[in-house]
């Protein structure tokens, strides 16, 4: 095989292709997954194929002149370098029975590729039922919302490290849930067909970041079989292995009660957190408290016996009853983050019961999470305040006594 590549048109497939390319592990038969399988065909097509085993991608190349067709398996991340750090534009890559060559100029690299039989068979979308079809800039921000409650995959149960694409009447949903939290965004798109969807969380935050940078803009074809589920985008077909568990009947978690009521400004309130987190983060359970009083206030605070105390009182729309909660900074956090709007609203059931975040009158996103319990070492003392503003020879004097 030898191809002519103009290398800043053909690195933006390879580099789409190389995402989805298992990482470089041990010498074993598995290496063939770590490098991505070209095919050039006489008739000027090239295709790259790429797969970690659960999640494949498969696109056509720009920017090359087949001068001799052929296929080989090439290290992904090797010769994803030598492109990337290419001082010229114009590249030969040629492909013998065991070597690489790729050259510009009297410039030449030579480069050991893999062999093509131990390569996996990419699944073909061929057979599959479509679901729908939706806008790049839609279904990747239902992903990144959707999929915020996940937890890493090696977790157990299953479903923890995944997010569910549901779709009925005419609705699109991702839901994810690490059984502390749940997150559930939707948009409304004509169904094709209603199906339930359950895919490696990680996998799909990764796709939605790849559409997010080159396809926002375009359509994209969702297709299903019984094992594997397809994105179709132009010259790309990118696909995710359904993973074989049952998502929790979330409708049953959810509950109507509210307590206390906040609208607050979501860029504030992250701030203020940031800030606090200075201190909360060497607390065991990573914990900051807050208080809200219907007068108006909110107050966030945390107490590191070790470390030290912090507290902070911002103004805010605070309706119903005063309320002492504590959550967990990260997860509160990817909450707020998550809503992606000017004004968030909170619901709260109680200082034990689940709390519920909101876009400020929408409901296409809602992110539920669990408090965690207060003890009364958690909370900032009249001691810690006292000490605060004691003059230093009073407690010298204190302990020389």
Not at 43 to 50: G, K, P, Q, R, Y
Not at 146 to 172: I, R, W
Not at 251 to 274: A, D, M, P, Y
Not at 329 to 335: A, I, R
Request: with cysteine; net charge negative; glycine share 6%.
């Amino acid at each position: 095989m030898k191809l002519e590549l103009q290398r800043q048109n053909f690195l933006k497939a390879w580099q789409i292709a190389e995402r989805f390319s298992a990482p470089t592990t041990a010498k074993t038969p598995k290496d063939s997954i770590s490098g991505i399988f070209i095919t050039a065909t006489e008739d000027n097509n090239v295709t790259l194929e790429a797969t970690d085993l659960k999640t494949s991608c498969s696109c056509k190349a720009e920017g090359v002149n087949v001068l001799e067709p052929g296929f080989a398996v090439i290290p992904a991340s090797i010769f994803g370098g030598m492109l990337k750090k290419s001082a010229s534009d114009d590249l030969i890559l040629e492909i013998n029975s065991s070597r690489g060559f790729l050259s510009s100029g009297r410039n030449k690299t030579r480069f050991t590729i893999i062999s093509p039989e131990e390569f996996p068979k990419i699944p073909q979308s061929s057979s599959a039922e479509e679901i729908c079809t939706m806008l790049g800039a839609d279904i990747s921000s239902l992903i990144n919302e959707g999929a915020t409650a996940a937890s890493q995959p090696m977790d157990f149960p299953k479903y923890m490290g995944t997010c569910l694409l549901k779709t009925e009447e005419n609705t699109v949903r991702c839901l994810s849930t690490d059984g502390k939290r749940l997150s559930i965004s939707k948009f409304p798109y004509e169904i094709k067909k209603a199906d339930e969807l359950l895919l490696p969380a990680n996998a799909m935050k990764d796709f939605a970041k790849m559409i997010a940078a080159n396809y926002s803009d375009k359509n994209i074809k969702i297709l299903a079989d019984g094992s594997t589920v397809w994105f179709n985008i132009e010259d790309v077909e990118f696909s995710a292995r359904r993973i074989d568990a049952n998502f929790p009947k979330y409708e049953r978690i959810l509950n109507n009660e509210v307590r206390t009521k906040l609208t607050i400004s979501t860029g504030e309130l992250l701030s203020v957190i940031e800030r606090i987190d200075v201190i909360a983060k060497n607390t065991p359970m990573h914990l900051m408290i807050m208080e809200l009083n219907p007068e108006g206030k909110l107050t966030i605070s945390t107490r590191a016996p070790e470390m030290g105390t912090a507290s902070e009182i911002i103004d805010a729309k605070v309706e119903g009853e005063f309320l002492r909660i504590g959550f967990n900074v990260p997860y509160l956090q990817d909450g707020l983050k998550a809503v992606g709007a000017v004004n968030a609203y909170i619901e709260f059931s109680s200082d034990e019961g689940q709390t519920r975040i909101y876009r400020d009158g929408h409901d296409d996103f809602l992110y539920m999470v669990m408090p965690t319990r207060l003890t009364s070492q958690d909370l900032i003392s009249d001691d810690d305040e006292s000490n605060d503003y004691q003059p230093q020879n009073e407690q010298e004097r204190e302990s020389e006594n």
